[in-house]
């Protein structure tokens, strides 16, 4: 089965950009995007085909792309963007949704 | 304003049956791909079902396969789960999530419901 592994927690201090990776053998022929998740509210979509950045996502979030891993980047990290973050892609075909299992920002 | 709003979720014994409904609002529901997504108590999120315009194609995760049907109603902008055969480890809230490009191959949710906490529990 395809899997999507991310590191399960990162840590920065505020100011500092913070870096989450995700690997999976698919993101070559799959897109990946990511997600925001704060406790007790829904995930919200902050990058989407590899890159893209929906509008009212603030500029600090981008998204890159190589071979088999893709990458979220939020440069100059404030207090508010410390949450869980999911990246999400899709096997070859198209048929199964995939989700990384997560990786918890701290903001120290 | 797009909304998303999900309904149905509370207790249900092992072996029992839930039908959960997601009411949706401020866009052409007709014209988009909807999806369900769980999220276990304190765990990541799992990508449950799809469903085409339609209707006319479905998909679903392996664990509920034969035991959960997505449908909708594009009249009463309204998507469902009917959920059979629930067990322990159908525990979960149950998002209904927007699917805006999937018919171009693209494969994911840019707007999420607030979720309907399911438990499976005797």
């Known amino acids: 089965s395809y899997e999507l592994t991310q590191p399960p927690s990162v840590s920065v201090s505020p100011g500092q950009t913070a870096r989450i990776t995700c690997s999976g053998d698919?993101?070559?022929?799959?897109?990946a995007y990511w997600y925001q998740q704060k406790p007790g509210q829904a995930p919200i979509l902050v990058i989407y085909?590899?890159?893209e950045r929906p509008s009212g996502i603030p500029e600090r979030f981008s998204g890159s792309s190589s071979g088999t891993t893709v990458t979220l980047t939020i440069s100059g990290v404030q207090a508010e963007d410390e949450s869980d973050y999911y990246c999400?892609?899709?096997?070859?075909?198209?048929?199964?949704?995939?989700f990384g299992g997560g990786t918890k920002l701290t903001v120290l | 304003e797009l909304q998303l709003v999900e309904s149905g979720g509370g207790l249900v014994q092992p072996g029992g049956s839930l039908r959960l409904s997601c009411a949706a609002s401020g866009f052409t529901f007709t014209t988009y791909w909807m999806s369900w997504v769980r999220q276990a108590p304190g765990k990541g999120l799992e990508w449950v079902a799809t469903i085409k315009r339609d209707g006319s194609e479905t998909y679903y995760v392996d664990s509920v396969k034969g035991r959960f049907t997505i449908s909708r109603d594009n009249a009463k902008k309204s998507l469902y789960l009917q959920m059979n055969s629930l067990r322990a480890e159908d525990t979960a809230v149950y998002y209904c999530?927007?699917?805006?490009?999937?018919?171009?191959?693209?494969?994911?949710?840019?707007?999420w419901g607030q979720g309907t906490l399911v438990t499976v529990s005797s």
């Open positions: 698919a993101l070559p022929k799959q897109y």
């Open positions: 085909k590899d890159s």
């Open positions: 999400q892609s899709a096997d070859s075909t198209g048929t199964y949704v995939i």
């Open positions: 999530a927007r699917d805006p490009e999937r018919s171009s191959g693209y494969y994911f949710f840019d707007y």
